[in-house]
């Protein structure tokens, strides 16, 4: 017998790009085929180590908290552990009853094991339960993602979120997404255009530069912007001004008592004000305000705290210059003028923040 007769049977876990495995499941919600399931939707596929415990009783209030958030993006959601269905079933009756939360995702009950085993859930030197495993498909039952979390540290349910609604960003525009975003410290919102890859490609970017259609730091690292609808950069600017106006707020806490404490509760007064205003704007606009920022950052020492402070306002500098520049080209002065205003704010800030570095 030759070499090449001999069959070799490969345990092959899935890995990104791959379909995701066709499969059979009993689920709190009835036996589901997946991917067909899903098919049309992305879904989000975790799975947990065991039923009344208490870190993964967390992370499922979060997913149920976030389950309409997850569907407005056309996302369904899908929990796993090798518990029996009708110990998930006493498991979310207690979440419901004590919690008031209702979970209204399918749970899997994979009590022999095999779905775990198949999509590599289960870290042999971590005993015989699953680990906190993601997998993110998208509308074509393919993996985009995969995430493996350790018993003792609970997922971030924002950035499953996030990494979902970036990934479909990306598919739309073909374009990849820098770190943190929608609130990247570089290029805010912004797309990262692909790197050039031949001179020809470098010339065009270059062109591309100087027509103003990308921004560049280097004719390696070009980016785009995401969107020049009004509506959207308001919301942006005010989630931005939530998030100062809590980040200046905590930093006077941080610094009562001194000058620069003082200031920065003027300036988050100041902010909050922004904000109201901003979002008035938008509702006129036919837009819905968002009620709470993405981040806060607080910093460590006053002098950090000083850096942050000046890049946040850096990056309302830029946007409010955008916003103003679009709003000038629509027409609309009444937006542009307020813009004009805030943005001298929004100067005196930066330049408050950098003179204390
Ligand atoms: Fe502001
Ligand atoms: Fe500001």
Known sequence: MGFEDVEVEEIHTPQLGDPFPELEVRTTKGLIKLPDFF?????????HPGDFTPVCTTEFVAFAKRHDGFREINCE??????????????????????????VDFPVIADDSGMVADLLGMISPSKGSNTVRAVFVVDPEGKIRAMLYYPQEVGRNVDEILRLVRALQVSDERKAALPANWPDNELV???LIVPPAS????????????????V??????????????????????????????????????????????????????IQEMKHAEEIAERLTELGGIPP??????RVGESPREMMELDAEDEEGAVKLYTKIIK????????????????????????????RSQQ
């Open 215 to 268: 921004e560049c730091f280097d004719w390696w690292f070009c980016h785009r912007t995401y969107s020049d609808d009004l509506k959207y950069l308001l919301e942006r600017a005010v989630i931005r001004e939530l998030q100062v106006s809590i980040q200046y707020m905590w930093q006077h806490v941080k610094l009562e008592g001194t000058e620069i404490g003082k200031r920065l509760k003027d300036i988050a």
């Open 39 to 47: 098919k049309g939707k992305w879904f989000v596929l975790f799975s």
């Open 291 to 296: 009620t709470k920022p993405s981040r806060v």
């Open 198 to 213: 031949s001179v020809e490609e470098k010339r065009s970017r270059m062109e591309a530069k100087a027509r103003g259609e």
């Open 188 to 190: 805010g919102d912004d």
């Open 326 to 353: 679009i709003a000038k080209e629509r027409g609309d002065s009444k937006t542009a003028e307020m813009f004009e205003k805030i943005l001298k704010d929004e100067e005196e800030h930066l330049e408050f923040f």
């Open 77 to 102: 959601l899908i929990g796993l552990s090798i518990d029996q269905v009708f110990c998930h079933i006493k498991w979310l009756e207690w979440i419901e009853e004590n919690l008031g939360v209702r």
